[in-house]
């Protein structure tokens, strides 16, 4: 199984995973922080939730509500196991019905969230980002997902939108933390190794691996696809490359992946 693969499979049991710990019965949780329990809960087009609570029903207008959490659609999980399963279409359509009946209610943006992942998984692209675009729209508030973040710009990659790519990443390069900017700048290089600018790929990762040598979680990375462009270029820097990668991180994937090419 790939990384990326691994890394798609992970993000969707994670999502399943918060889905069912998240607060299941139905509820509203007030601009002031309050919550208020109900057996059952619907959202009008206008945004209005009502709630049927033990005093009766109630009604929380925009504004009045932070957030709105109907009891838990068994589609969410019915949508992994198909994923898990292959049978993608089948959980896209499950999820785009969330999407739509639980508007307001909090399921259907972790539904929206589900849905780019799966895309990914059946190996469509381009409507993967389509369902990224529309989930960041709709949820301002999951633009500050980091997961979610590099999960877009993975899928950039992998579409071939390096212009639209280019951009995330210098955005991250520019203003985001040490490790962000770090695995920015490794992308760069992915990017550019990608449009068989193996030169440049090679200086990106090169970059990475002097300018962000602290930032021990991207070296390994860095360090690997810094060599292999090397290697690939015929520079002799590639074994000192190697055997910085295997001194200093021996027990890192990448280190294993290195062996022999010293």
């Known amino acids: 199984m790939s990384q990326l693969s691994k890394t798609v499979r992970c993000g969707l049991l994670f999502m399943a995973a918060l889905a069912a710990t998240a607060g299941q019965a139905a509820h509203v949780i007030t601009t002031t922080g309050q919550r208020v329990d109900g057996s059952d809960i619907r959202a009008k087009s206008n945004g209005e939730i009502i709630l049927t609570t033990v005093q009766g029903t109630r009604s929380f207008y925009p504004g009045q509500y932070a957030k709105a959490v109907a009891d838990k659609p068994a589609e969410i999980d019915k949508a992994a196991q198909l994923t898990e399963g292959k049978q993608y279409d089948e959980a896209i359509k499950l999820l785009e019905d969330v999407i739509l009946r639980y508007r307001f209610l909090d399921w259907d943006n972790q539904a929206r969230a589900m849905l780019p992942k799966v895309y990914v998984r059946k190996g469509d692209y381009l409507s993967a980002i389509s369902a990224y675009d529309k989930l960041f729209a709709a949820s301002p508030k999951s633009k500050e ?19 639209k790519l280019e951009q995330q990443l210098a955005g991250v390069i520019s203003s985001g933390s040490r490790e962000d900017a770090a695995r920015a700048q490794v992308m760069r290089g992915d990017a550019k190794l990608a ?68």
Do not use: I
Not at 221 to 237: G, I, Q, S, T, Y
């Open 145 to 163: 997902d980091s997961e979610l973040q590099w999960g877009y710009r993975r899928t950039l990659l992998d579409a071939k939108q390096y212009d």
């Open 195 to 262: 449009q068989a600018q193996t030169e440049a790929a090679a200086l990106d990762y090169l970059r990475t691996v002097v300018l962000f040598e602290n930032e021990k979680a991207v070296q390994p990375e860095a360090l690997f696809k810094a060599a292999d462009a090397l290697e690939k270029l015929r520079d002799a820097r590639s074994k000192e490359m190697f055997k910085k990668l295997m001194d200093e991180y021996p027990g890192s994937p990448e280190a294993a992946a290195a062996k022999g090419r010293l």
